[in-house]
């Protein structure tokens, strides 16, 4: 609903009084009559009624929406933080690990370290490394070693002594039947 004075209709009739030969109308006096009969317009606009009610529905979408968007957003932002911190604690511990001090790498290389339970005791024994010495891992040599002492199991002496295997085990068919009829041809 729109509420709407009828100013305009009122400056129309002042002018007709005026041209009239009345007296004309000095500043903005109106009459105490005129001020009660003040001319109001009310004008039903169905257009506006449904987008100000369907509004309500629409605001709340759009409120939800925009939280959601900003919920993601945070979330986002807290992702990359903890990538970031992650990244800088890494790059952290490369620096001091190329970079540390040679007396904590001597403490570390030859150190034994006690940790007791309630009914274990261990004792870690480290020792440093030689990294430019050319030694293999040692299971990996006992790997190949015992891969190697494996039979082939595709030569052909295998396969023959398998195929010899199968045909000691395979009883003949034929037999089971020719038994089968002399023992029937007994019995009747």
């Not at 009828?6 to 109106?30: F, K, P």
């Not at 100000?52 to 919920?71: D, L």
Request: charged residues 40%; contains cysteine; hydrophobic residues 25%.
């Amino acid at each position: 609903m729109i509420l709407t004075s009828n100013i305009a209709s009122m400056d129309e009739e002042e002018n007709e009084y005026a041209e009239q030969g009345g007296n004309t109308v000095v500043g903005r006096h109106l009459s105490k009559r005129a001020r009660k009969n003040k001319g109001l317009v009310i004008k039903f606009d169905e257009s506006a009624r449904r987008e100000y009610v369907t509004g309500f529905h629409k605001r709340k979408k759009k409120r939800r929406k925009k939280a959601e968007k900003q919920k993601q957003e945070k979330e986002r932002q807290k992702r990359l933080q903890e990538r970031r911190e992650r990244r800088h604690a890494m790059t952290q511990a490369i620096t001091q690990a190329e970079c540390g001090d040679a007396d904590e790498d001597a403490d570390r290389k030859n150190a034994t370290f006690m940790y007791e339970d309630q009914n274990t005791t261990t004792v870690v024994n480290t020792y440093s490394i030689d990294l430019d010495a050319d030694v293999t891992n040692p299971y990996e040599v006992k790997c190949e070693q015992a891969y190697e002492s494996l039979p082939n199991k595709n030569t052909t002496e295998t396969k023959q002594k398998h195929l010899n295997s199968r045909e000691l085990k395979r009883k003949p068919f034929k037999n089971k039947v020719k038994g089968w009829l002399k023992r029937k041809k007994q019995r009747l």
